[in-house]
């Protein structure tokens, strides 16, 4: 990575600007030898979805797996995008790890009976996965060349958002073996809103590259809104104004994978939009909570809080007082007066004075009365 690389990064916002994220080019190391406080990121991963500061999903996804980015090879994250885009696209949720693990698992790349310290991580389809397989390309191995640093110029305020850097393997292949298939019911529900997009809707894995190439979005990056939510050339989340013709579309999807696009492609299934937003995916446990259980609860509370229920919950705590007025107040017990051996009678107003006190529904209860 050359000093030119890093600014053609910055101009399409891929890098915030230089008073927050300060970026260095490498000299002649071979391997990364970053200064204190710097960050290893790679341009062949800016160039397949990746972008800072990463996104919410993307560093949990490090922290749950114990990873770093230079553990994962540049189809990793091509796979890491296009699961993004799906989620965002045409889903309409927002990716998270649970999901990403019944859908896909880590194998460990070797070297000389070792785990690799750069690269050590590759992402594979899960055997029945329902997720259209990415088209990888074989020529992306020198991607580790591509390497430079990054550092946030106030520490205070982290624009990168990546773990601290460490030059080791992830020897302890942490959670690496986490399926929740039995204990997630909604990710069970949103699986199988994937498989029916896949088999009835023709969703396919170039149109999920499509998507985030044609959009001109990261999907790794942090964002304001989902890729389903965009709103056209202008939207705040995209890198780039200009719209790209199909030719071009095809031309950087066959760069970063191995899809073949024609000049001429169409789509298998089109993502949606702002003004087309993707349906709403629940699961069974959620759907019978909104539509049943949900709005029997909520009678049942108001019941509870305008009946005779909540009189004598607060008349075993609180002493209850209608003034002349109709308003509700509350005496609490340690502030009543001595009792007296005959308390005082008010005297009756006329009947053409006297008016019924209304009582007043709280939810809460008032502050004793000084």
């Not at 909604?186 to 170039?206: D, F, Y």
């Amino acid at each position: 990575m050359e000093d030119f690389d890093v600014d053609r990064l910055r101009r399409t916002r891929r890098i915030p600007v230089a008073t927050q994220v300060a970026c260095r080019a490498p000299g002649d190391e071979m391997s990364p030898t970053p200064r204190a406080g710097e960050v290893v990121v790679f341009g062949a991963h800016f160039d397949r979805g990746f972008g800072l500061p990463v996104s919410a999903f993307f560093r949990s996804f490090l922290d749950f797996f114990g990873l770093q980015p230079h553990h994962l090879p540049a189809n990793a994250i091509l796979v890491l995008s296009s699961f993004a885009t799906c989620c965002e696209a045409y889903l309409g949720v927002w990716p998270s790890v649970d999901l990403w693990s019944r859908l896909f698992f880590l194998k460990p790349q070797m070297a000389d009976a070792a785990m690799s310290a750069c690269g050590a991580a590759s992402i594979y389809n899960r055997p029945g996965s329902s997720f259209p397989k990415v088209p990888t390309v074989e020529s992306a191995k020198k991607w580790q060349t591509s390497f430079f640093y990054v550092k946030n110029v106030d520490p205070a305020v982290d624009f990168i958002n990546l773990p601290a850097f460490t030059n080791s393997a992830p020897t302890a292949k942490l959670h690496w073996g986490y399926d929740p298939k039995k204990s997630k019911a909604e990710v069970n529900s949103i699986v199988a809103r994937l498989h029916h997009l896949v088999q009835s809707e023709h969703l396919a894995a170039s149109d999920l590259l499509i998507t985030f190439v044609s959009r001109r979005v990261l999907p790794l990056q942090l964002r304001a809104h989902k890729i389903g939510h965009m709103s056209g050339r202008l939207d705040p989340t995209r890198t780039s104004a200009v719209e790209l013709e199909p030719a071009d579309v095809a031309r950087r999807v066959n760069l970063i994978s191995n899809a073949k696009l024609p000049e001429k492609w169409r789509w298998g299934m089109k993502p949606f939009d702002r003004a087309n937003r993707p349906p709403v995916v629940s699961g069974p446990a959620l759907r019978c909570f909104r539509t049943s259980c949900f709005p029997s609860f909520i009678l049942l509370t108001f019941i509870f809080l305008s009946g005779s229920g909540c009189r004598c919950f607060l008349a075993r705590t609180r002493r209850m007082d209608w003034s002349r007025t109709g308003s509700f107040r509350l005496i609490a017990r340690s502030r009543l007066p001595a009792a007296t051996s005959k308390p005082e009678r008010t005297p009756r107003l006329p009947r053409e004075r006297r008016r019924r006190p209304q009582p007043m529904l709280m939810v809460s209860p008032c502050p004793p009365v000084l």
